[in-house]
């Protein structure tokens, strides 16, 4: 049996590029940028006005003059008006183009209004107050966003602003998420009391939907002839196949010897980890992959995180991320086998803490939701000190 280390070894030797493609603004979020992101026009576009308020030529304030005569109004959207009178002032208002021949504004807070005049209250006027000067932010041509970085929404506003409605983004892999299992009903149904409903296959689905990718989701009986041409399609279509379950020992776990029989070459089967111990991955001569998880619930998620995620973002050439945790209290934990161990987290005075979540095995679906991530707790290591350093992978990300 391997170790975890050999296994994420092996696994990164299968990385793969898949190249780059283009895709509407509205489909760029999560994805992994391929094109550096240059300002298409100065930022901000103009001399904008922040506050609501009148715009002067500030000499004349400085000359002494408290009271201007309003001219018009600059609205935002409204073309650059011209200040005819250095004397008056012109009514602007928050994001409007800041009028020529005036530099200054003053919020209506700081001004009295009546008979057409504006009165300053204000003692000092400096001058291009709330006004946010063209180019400030970046010089058109500059780069803003640099490619590689993983495509967030505050980067979709910055696309946005710089008028690329597609974006070249790295393509993802294909993907098929299945499960097996005769005890396996779909969601909608009212299971039997020896039935459980499909879970597995809609949690690794939604994984993949914070990558960007759309996955496609199957069934399969414990039936070796299903399986095996259900397979064989699904094969064909896809780069890569996330199962989940039928890797272990039972009668009816029958997708090692299906894979075999379709032409799989088995890179590993088992990993010295507990949860996750039946896992399987493999390939197969067209460079598609399989991730076979092992069905328990907890297992399945783990494995996805662990060793797909690890592959994906390999092949994407982007970080996994990983949190810097100290254990909160101490743990045992004997076989030798590495321990993932679910975590929340607290934060005590700025050090995030890890503190073990302790549901009732990898069976426990219900208790997956009260962890944040889970940190790996070294084979050759018994006892676990509380206040260790260790890297949680979060199921957020
Ligand atoms: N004799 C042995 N028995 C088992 C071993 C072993 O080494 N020797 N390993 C155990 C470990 S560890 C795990 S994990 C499980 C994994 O078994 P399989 O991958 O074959 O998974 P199944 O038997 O198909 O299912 C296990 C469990 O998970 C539930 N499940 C499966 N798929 C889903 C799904 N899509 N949604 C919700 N729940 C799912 C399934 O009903 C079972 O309860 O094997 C141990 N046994
Ligand atoms: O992968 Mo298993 O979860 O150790 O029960």
Not at 191 to 214: C, D, K, Y
Not at 345 to 356: K, Q, W
Request: glycine residues 8%; proline residues 5%.
């Amino acid at each position: 049996m391997i170790s975890v280390q050999e296994a994420l070894e092996k696994i990164e030797s299968f990385k793969k590029d898949f190249g780059t493609e283009e895709v509407s603004l509205s489909d760029a979020l999560h994805r992994i940028l391929a094109e550096d992101i240059q300002a298409d026009r100065d930022f901000p576009p103009y001399d904008r006005v922040t506050m609501d308020g009148i715009a002067i030529n500030v000499t004349s304030f400085e000359q002494g003059r408290r009271s201007f005569a309003l001219e018009k109004i600059q609205a935002a959207g409204d073309r650059v008006q011209v200040l005819d009178d250095p004397h008056k002032c012109i009514e602007v208002m928050t994001g409007a183009v800041l009028p020529q021949s005036t530099d200054g504004v003053i919020p209506y807070e700081d001004i009295l209004i009546g008979e057409g005049k504006a009165f300053i209250k204000a003692d000092t006027v400096r001058k291009f107050q709330n006004v946010h000067l063209r180019g400030t932010d970046s010089k058109a041509g500059s780069l803003l966003i640099e490619k590689g970085v993983r495509i967030n929404a505050s980067h979709i506003g910055v696309l946005a602003s710089t008028g690329k409605n597609k974006v070249v983004v790295k393509r993802t892999p294909t993907v098929a998420v299945c499960s097996t299992g005769d005890e396996l009903v779909d969601v909608e149904a009212t299971p039997e009391p020896f039935q459980v409903r499909r879970s597995n296959v809609h949690m690794i689905a939604s994984a993949l939907m914070t990558e960007g990718i759309r996955a496609e989701v199957f069934h399969f009986p414990d039936d070796k002839f299903i399986l095996t041409d259900g397979l064989k399609a699904i094969v064909k279509q896809f780069d890569v196949l996330l199962l989940s379950g039928a890797v272990s020992k039972g009668k009816f776990d029958f997708l090692p010897e299906v894979l075999l029989s379709l032409g799989l070459n088995t890179v590993f089967h088992r990993v010295a980890q507990k949860p996750g111990k039946p896992i399987l991955f493999g390939s197969f001569e067209s460079g598609k992959l399989v991730f076979g998880f092992p069905g328990n619930p907890v297992s399945t998620f783990v494995c996805y995180h662990l060793y797909f995620r690890y592959w994906l973002c390999q092949s994407l050439e982007t970080p996994v991320v990983y949190v810097p945790v100290r254990l909160a209290e101490p743990v045992a934990f004997k076989p030798r086998l590495s321990y993932h161990l679910m975590v929340s987290l607290r934060n005590i005075a700025g050090v995030l803490e890890a503190v073990p979540v302790t549901g009732s095995g990898s069976g426990d679906l219900t208790g997956l939701v009260k962890a944040e991530g889970f940190v790996t707790l070294p084979a050759e290591e018994d006892v676990f000190e509380a206040g260790k350093l260790l890297w949680m992978i979060p199921f957020y990300s």
